[in-house]
């Protein structure tokens, strides 16, 4: 009984630290569907077959979400289930609606030292769900996002790595030094930066992306009405939280 109460605390303890404490909704940034982008007709819908039974044949090795797929089946059964998972992200994209079981995770707390504050989240959510999150990136993010935008960003983009913002640092510094005597560096570290994105700042921006509408309402479903188990070793999940 206390391994399950466990859980539940640090179930309740991830759900307050990823809580939004944003004053706007994110629904105020659901566009309206001017554009028909996709008519829905299959010869209009933004995804293939081949490209996805491709994606699913070459899916690396994952911990399956809430409803225990594992990844060798979509390896394995690449060419069998590709028309069926093609069907579900096309509707899925086209009529900007992200599945509830999609946004559903399991959290597996990775303890650091030794307050239960201190606990490092590791979210798993359905491979259903990772497939449609690499395909928007792909398709429609990427191609969106101009050079000169991820111009100083280094981190989480597909050349950027921590020795290009090491060789870019100190190309800054050793060209000041060519005219001045010392340079000063201020480093800031934000404390659980990527688990506390202010959603409708992350919307705001992504709207003045070239986007589908219903692309960028798909983000917005993306983002609400979340829920996540926490799943440890001693206890195997607990009640699910929701709004998270």
Request: hydrophobic letters at 40%; charged letters at 20%; a positive charge.
């Amino acid at each position: 009984m206390g391994d399950k109460i466990n859980c539940s605390v640090i179930c309740t303890l991830f759900k307050i630290a990823f809580l939004g404490k944003w004053d706007k909704p994110v629904t105020q940034y659901i566009k309206p569907n001017t554009k028909d982008t996709f008519d829905g007709s299959s010869n209009n819908y933004p995804l293939s077959i081949y490209d996805v039974e491709k994606m699913l044949r070459l899916m690396k090795c994952g911990s399956p979400g809430l409803d225990g797929i594992p990844s060798w089946f979509f390896r394995k059964c690449s060419y069998e289930i590709a028309d069926v998972v093609t069907h579900i992200l096309n509707l899925s994209f086209t009529h900007a609606v992200v599945p509830q079981q999609w946004r559903c995770a399991v959290v597996t707390p990775v303890p650091k030292p030794t307050a239960i504050s201190d606990f490092r989240p590791i979210s798993v959510t359905p491979l259903h769900s990772r497939v449609a999150e690499r395909i928007l990136v792909r398709k429609w993010l990427l191609p969106a996002i101009t050079t000169d935008m991820l111009a100083d960003q280094f981190g989480f983009r597909p050349s950027g790595s921590t020795q290009c913002t090491l060789v870019n640092m100190l190309h800054h510094v050793t060209t000041m030094l060519e005219n001045c005597d010392y340079v000063r560096c201020l480093m800031i570290d934000f404390s659980r930066a990527f688990d506390v994105v202010d959603h409708p700042v992350l919307l705001a921006k992504l709207s003045r992306l070239d986007l589908p509408e219903c692309i960028q309402n798909w983000i917005v479903s993306f983002l609400v009405g979340r829920c996540q188990s926490v799943k440890t070793d001693c206890f195997p999940l607990s009640s699910p939280s929701t709004e998270v």
